[in-house]
Structure formats: C-alpha cells, structure tokens
C-alpha cells in the first residue's frame, strides 16, 4: 500500500478518536451502485485502544485479502465511520492487487464475472454479513445489559429511600402519639385539680364554720346538697349504719358536714319564709 494512502487512513482514524462517542468501522468494497459489498468490521472495543497507525495497517491487510480474491489490477474500498445504523464519514481508497492477470481489463468498480468470482466473493461477503450481525447483536445485549444493571441499581437505591422514609414516618407517628398522651395526662391533671377545688371550695365554709364554732363563710345550698339531705333524710337508722360503715372515716366526715350545712341551710331558710309570713299576716287589715 502507498504511502499516501497509509496517511490518509491514519488521518481519517485520528478524526474518530477525537469525537466524543467514537463509532464503529466497517470495510467495504466499491462497487458501481449501492453502498458497496462488506467486507469488515471493527467495533469500539476492538480499535479504541490500538493507535491509528495499528488500526490502519489492519484495514489495509483486510482489504488487500479481499482484493486477492478478486481478478487484480485497482480496487476500491471504503472505510465508513458508523454510529448504529448512521455513517458519519467515510474515507475512500484504492488497493492494487497483487494479481496482474487482466489487470489491463478490470475496473476499480465492479466485480469479476465469472462464475468462481461470483462464488468466492458471495461467500466472503455472507461471512462479513453474518459477522457485521453479531457485533450488533452483542453490541444491542451489552447495551441492554448496561441498562438492566443501571436499573437495578437505581431500584436499589430507591428502595433504601422507602425504607429511610418509612422509619422516619413511624418515628413521627410516636412522637404524635407520645405528645397526645403527655398532653392527654395534663389534660385529666387539671380536670382533677379542678374537681378536688371544687370539693374543697364546697366544704371549705362547713369545715371553717364547724372549727371555729361561728358562721364565718357564708354557705350555699346547691341542688346537688339538697338531693344529699333528701337521701340522707329518707335512710332508716339501720340503712345509715350500713353506709357509714362503707365510707372511709374522711368520707363520713365530709358527708356529715355536707348534710349538717344543708340541713341548717334549710331549716333557717324555712324560718326565713315563716317569719316573714308571719310579718305579713300581722299587717293584714281585719274586715269589719
């Protein structure tokens, strides 16, 4: 091969490497219509790595062994640059075959016609066929294996974040619960602080009346103390027995200072309401 041709592969090759995503090469024969015969390939992993001027020395040992085969004299060949199914660019170049038998008579872009050319150039080319097949082939299954595993690895991921924000959502869930339940306990705290004020409020002037023997705090009768005297007052002697011995001795207490305070309550109340009567009828004017 020339040294011309051998720099203008090398320079063709330098192109490629330097594109971003570096395509594949495929070699193909010239012929005098259609996209040429194929007559090899080379994919990323085969070439990326080796340097152009290696890369070039096998392109030129590719297409000189097609060129063997072929009745000699000038051969064109052609070198695309593919990306998948897309040609980036292509460098076009003649090999001279060692074979100078009708070499005055072959033409750089057709094949021989013969029968045996034929053959021979059909088997070549079925091979290049089916191997140009399984590098797509293996190129689709790496691609999609690439995939699968990318995929897997973001649902990995994604399922390490659920599992994250469920625990976070459980802990809040309990620290939810456990400030309804301190706020709960605080809650039936007051309400029975109230209460115990309430009874505390409530027999307050009967306790203070009754220690210091006078009527010191005004009481109250409340409807719940008048249903108190009514029970009380309703109960046999042997019914009273019976539920004191119930009560602890406080509660006796309580419930006798209760039924004390009502009692006088109303029994001044109902002199109250007599007196004045009285007052009343004493003014009544006598009819003559």
Not at 164 to 177: C, G, I, K, M, T
Not at 178 to 203: G, H, I, Q, S, W
């Amino acid at each position: 091969m020339s040294d011309e041709t051998t720099y203008k592969l090398v320079r063709f090759l330098r192109k490629q490497k330097e594109r971003e995503t570096k395509p594949f090469l495929a070699l193909r024969h010239g012929v005098s219509s259609g996209k040429g015969a194929p007559v090899a390939s080379w994919g990323v992993a085969e070439w990326g790595e080796m340097t152009p001027e290696e890369v070039s020395h096998r392109i030129c040992e590719a297409a000189e062994e097609d060129a063997k085969g072929l009745q000699g004299g000038k051969q064109r060949y052609i070198l695309v640059a593919m990306d998948s199914d897309r040609a980036l660019e292509r460098c076009t170049f003649t090999i001279e075959s060692e074979d100078e038998e009708d070499s005055e008579g072959a033409s750089i872009t057709s094949e021989v016609a013969n029968p045996a050319g034929f053959a021979a150039q059909a088997m070549r080319h079925n091979e290049q066929i089916l191997r140009l097949s399984m590098q797509g082939f293996e190129a689709t299954q790496r691609a999609n294996i690439n995939t699968i595993r990318a995929l897997v690895q973001r649902n990995d991921q994604m399922e390490e974040k659920h599992i994250v924000v469920f625990q976070l959502v459980e802990d809040l869930l309990s620290q939810r619960a456990e400030r309804e339940l301190a706020a709960l306990k605080e809650a039936n705290k007051e309400r029975r602080l109230d209460a115990t004020f309430d009874k505390f409020a409530l027999l307050l002037p009967a306790v203070v009346n009754k220690l210091t023997g006078k009527n010191m705090l005004p009481q109250s009768t409340t409807p719940a103390e008048e249903q108190i005297v009514a029970f009380m007052e309703s109960m046999t002697p042997q019914q009273f027995q019976q539920m004191t011995a119930v009560f602890r001795p406080d509660q006796q207490v309580a419930m006798m200072s209760m039924y004390e305070t009502a009692r006088a309550k109303r029994e001044e109340q109902a002199a109250e309401k007599a007196e004045a009567q009285k007052k009343a009828s004493g003014k009544v004017t006598p009819i003559r």
